[in-house]
């Protein structure tokens, strides 16, 4: 297959895991890769408690939840480098994180879309319509202390280390009463709406099943009760197969763009072996994952000769009760189609989520080929 191929394996570290509570009785996380000074530093901040205030309802037309969370139009937005609230706590300057440096750090929003214990949906009366509390938990992940950087800054060391806390935040928020799924994700660029610019993701443990991992598990059951196997090992296997749509491959991932991409950069990351999350990756995958990953962010940095480009990660993972079909991979793409075009979401594509793609799938894979180091 045309693919480059990668074979750089990041060795394990020792991943230290030290938890604590902000001012406001949010839980803060550090992560350190080996040994790291005393994680013992205090938040003084003057924060009051929070007050859940978001809520989940059901679209009786579609079957999709939708979350109202009008509380967050108070959020933090866009502000100066030197204001910016993921940046250590220094110079008499306090943020979210009280520690002076940190390697990676993972506190509970202060603006959740979704807070508090699990509650379940109330029908109304008249029996159309179906809400209740926008129980679950939003998260940040910031990647590095430095405010300038970008997760393609990243060392594969430090790329691992937020694997690590991917992982830990899945199983840990996987576990808790009433959460359906776990979705990780990094949006980046102002193009993509972000409201903070260092570099940083974040996690969503939802009260219910994502309307498009629903809809993968309807067309995985199809394709199990059609053929016998697995609708996403037939997915990868044939375009490993193919080779024209592969952009990069390792002995435990391929990266490749998909046969019906829906953005005109889209690139999909599967490892081989069909895991349902990130709790099940073994050894030889996650010591794979850094080095592939990041040349794949770099890569898409490069497409336009405009720096940074603007782009959405998405890790898909399966959701309870479905982890017999369903397989884990990261889905990453971007809204820019040419150096100075961007792709918007018009009216066919907001108005009936049917998607018109401007760049033909193997052109982008090839091109993404092309724009190696």
Request: aromatic share 8%; with cysteine; hydrophobic share 40%.
């Amino acid at each position: 297959m045309p693919g480059t191929s990668l074979t750089q394996p990041t060795p394990v570290s020792l991943t230290v895991r030290t938890v604590t509570t902000l001012a406001d009785g949010r839980q803060l996380i550090y992560y350190d890769g080996g040994a790291a000074a005393p994680r013992d530093a205090v938040d003084e901040r003057p924060l009051d408690p929070q007050a859940p205030g978001s809520e989940v309802r059901l679209d009786p037309a579609t079957g999709d939840w939708v979350t109202i969370a009008a509380h967050r139009q108070a959020r933090t937005y866009q502000p100066p480098a030197e204001e910016c609230p993921l940046c250590p706590s220094r110079d008499g300057r306090l943020s979210e994180i009280p520690a002076d440096d940190y390697q990676v750090a993972v506190f509970e929003n202060r603006f959740p879309s979704l807070a508090g214990p699990p509650a379940e949906p109330v029908r109304a009366a008249e029996g159309l319509w179906t809400s209740g509390p926008g129980a679950g938990r939003c998260e940040v992940v910031c990647f590095t202390a430095d405010h300038d950087a970008s997760f393609a800054d990243l060392t594969p060391e430090r790329a691992r280390l937020v694997l690590d806390a991917w992982t830990d935040r899945t199983a840990e928020l996987s576990a808790r009463p009433g959460v359906r799924q776990v979705y990780c994700f990094e949006n980046r660029g102002a193009e993509i709406g972000v409201t903070l610019a260092h570099p940083h993701g974040q996690v969503y443990a939802l009260p219910f099943t994502a309307p498009r991992t629903a809809r993968m598990a309807v067309r995985a059951a199809e394709h199990r009760a059609a053929t016998g196997r697995n609708l996403f090992e037939d997915l990868l296997a044939a375009e490993r197969a193919h080779g024209g749509r592969v952009v990069l491959a390792g002995e435990h991932w391929t990266a490749f763009v998909p046969f019906a991409a829906r953005w005109p950069y889209e690139v999909h990351l599967y490892p081989h072996r069909r895991v349902p999350d990130l709790t099940a990756l073994d050894a030889g995958q996650r010591d794979e994952f850094p080095s592939l990953y990041l040349e794949l962010l770099r890569r898409f940095d490069r497409l336009f000769g405009t720096g940074r480009t603007p782009y959405i990660s998405a890790w898909h993972q399966a959701p309870a009760g479905q982890r017999d079909e369903l397989a884990l991979h990261l889905e990453l793409f971007t809204v820019r189609r040419t150096a100075d075009k961007l792709k918007y979401l018009a009216g066919v594509e907001s108005g009936m989520d049917a998607f018109v793609n401007d760049v033909a799938p193997e052109d982008a894979a090839r091109r993404l080929r092309e724009v190696a180091a």
